[in-house]
């Protein structure tokens, strides 16, 4: 039934047909209101919170047109499961598919047998419950499979839902928080599909990353977004398999991010343009109170191509204010700037010869220990080759790192927040300051899911 990544001689040539022209995507036709993800719901009178179910689907990206997708609780993405800071809940974990699968918290820090990793495998009809804690500042994470060899295949086909950790009620922030109105999620993702309109991911797949054509967020083809707040937060995710995304608005206008991956930002930073790669999430707000309602905007991607449009219709034309606050101390004292390196980690390689220090993923062997609770420093190297090489997105399990410094630089403002994914570019070093709050064995690796899939991954035992 399957072919594997191979694939048969059929299969290649159509592969490479379709990954002629596919770097760059379509824009969006405006027609589709954008599709919010429900929150997930707490049970009542059950031995769990929250449930999330592995399943399959269908869509209807096209009209008229049945396409097999993956979902949670539904028949693509999942319900975004919010909780608050210090909050603890029971999750129940059910897979419904016909093939193994994990679910992974990424950028949740939680002990390593309750983190979905490739050792998590739930198989086929099975459940468990788990307990997730919340104990770590709001941010924007999210949740996917991690099982190895699959992984790409089955975010590809749906699997991705959001993962929030609120502010809390007794917060003093007047970020905008109401979900679905003023904070939206945004989950950017570019799909590929055969001539049959499938997401036949064994024909589709690239080994170097599967781009596609078409451009969805929150799983909508050509979407929309119906505006009414003057100021609006935005918690965007780079849910693509591996493309990296560089975000501005239509006219130009800068706007604000106040988060990245793991935390809030130490200052919020003005700015134009915002680049993502894989995995990477970032929060930005919008102030359209400075915009007449005629004019058009949207997201659109560094080439000009339109991914999301906005119909501006504010139902309170009072200007927008725009929270600021500015940083206490600095983002990284002069102790931890001086840390000596005791981890190096060396990407290298690109489609199925991807390597970290040399090596493939084997889920036998612990690559790096680490004493819980005891920051390293970690030095990131992406090693060019002939070619010059590539971008990887570079994740670590159970963690919020801090970017101490890139090739001797201090981190850009806007990478001055909590991290668990960073963007490598070829010939780059960078260094991290890593601390496990919990104890376990957490893979690191690169977000390219098909250079994960391929064993571009490692394993560090915290103990
Ligand atoms: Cu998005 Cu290994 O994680
Ligand atoms: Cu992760
Ligand atoms: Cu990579």
Not at 129 to 136: C, N, Y
Not at 227 to 250: C, D, E, Q, W
Not at 394 to 402: A, E, L, R, S, V
Request: proline content about 6%; hydrophobic content about 35%; some cysteine.
């Amino acid at each position: 039934m399957n072919n594997g990544p191979m694939g048969g001689e059929e299969d290649e040539v159509q592969g490479m047909m379709n990954h002629g022209n596919v770097s760059s995507l379509e824009s969006s036709e405006g027609i589709n209101e954008l599709s919010i993800p429900p929150l997930m719901e707490k049970q009542q009178g059950q031995d769990f919170d929250y449930e999330v179910v592995a399943q399959e689907g269908t869509t209807e990206f096209f009209e008229g047109i049945s396409t097999d997708t993956y979902g949670y609780n539904g028949d693509l993405l999942g319900p975004t499961l919010k909780l608050e800071e210090g909050e603890s809940v029971d999750v129940k974990i059910t897979n419904d598919l016909d093939e193994p699968t994990t679910f992974h918290w990424h950028g949740l820090e939680v002990p390593g047998e309750k983190d979905g990793g490739p050792h998590g495998e739930i198989q086929p009809g099975d459940s468990q419950i788990i307990t997730l804690k919340a104990d770590q500042p709001a941010a924007t994470l999210w949740y996917h499979p991690h099982v190895h060899g699959s992984t790409a295949e089955q975010v590809f086909k749906g699997l991705s839902g959001m993962l929030l950790i609120d502010e809390g009620s007794g917060s003093a922030s007047e970020l905008p928080n109401e979900y679905g109105v003023d904070d939206i999620p945004l989950i950017f993702q570019d799909r590929l599909f055969d001539e049959d309109k499938q997401l036949n991911y064994n024909r589709l797949m690239n080994p170097d990353g599967t781009l596609g054509d078409i451009s969805i967020v929150n799983g909508t083809i050509n979407p929309k977004l119906t505006v009414t707040k003057p100021v609006m937060r935005f918690r965007i995710l780079n849910g693509a398999n591996a493309r990296n995304y560089t975000f501005r608005l239509s006219n130009g206008a800068s706007f604000t991010q106040i988060a990245t991956d793991g935390s809030l930002l130490d200052e919020p930073v003005e700015t134009d343009k915002l680049t993502l790669a894989a995995s990477e999430r970032a929060e930005i707000l919008i102030d359209f109170s400075r915009l007449t309602n005629e004019e058009s905007l949207a997201i659109i991607n560094d080439d000009g191509v339109e991914l999301l449009p906005f119909d501006v219709a504010l139902d309170d034309s009072s200007a927008g204010s725009t929270e600021m606050w500015t940083a206490d101390k600095p983002f990284l004292s002069e102790q931890e700037k001086a840390m000596p390196v005791t981890k190096e980690i060396e990407l290298f390689g690109m489609m199925k010869m991807v390597t970290i220090n040399g090596k493939k993923f084997d889920p036998n062997r612990i690559d790096l220990r680490q004493e819980q609770g005891v920051t390293e420093v970690w030095e990131v190297y992406n090693k060019p080759d002939m070619m010059g090489g590539m971008i990887h997105p570079f994740h670590i399990h159970g963690t919020q790192f801090k970017i101490i410094s890139r090739d001797g630089r201090d981190p850009e403002p806007n990478e001055q927040g909590l991290k668990d994914s960073v963007m490598v570019e070829p010939g780059e070093k960078v260094k991290l300051l890593v601390t496990f709050p919990e104890e376990g064995v957490f893979v690191y690796h690169c977000h390219i899911l098909e250079h994960e899939d391929n064993g571009m991954m490692g394993q560090v035992e915290v103990y």
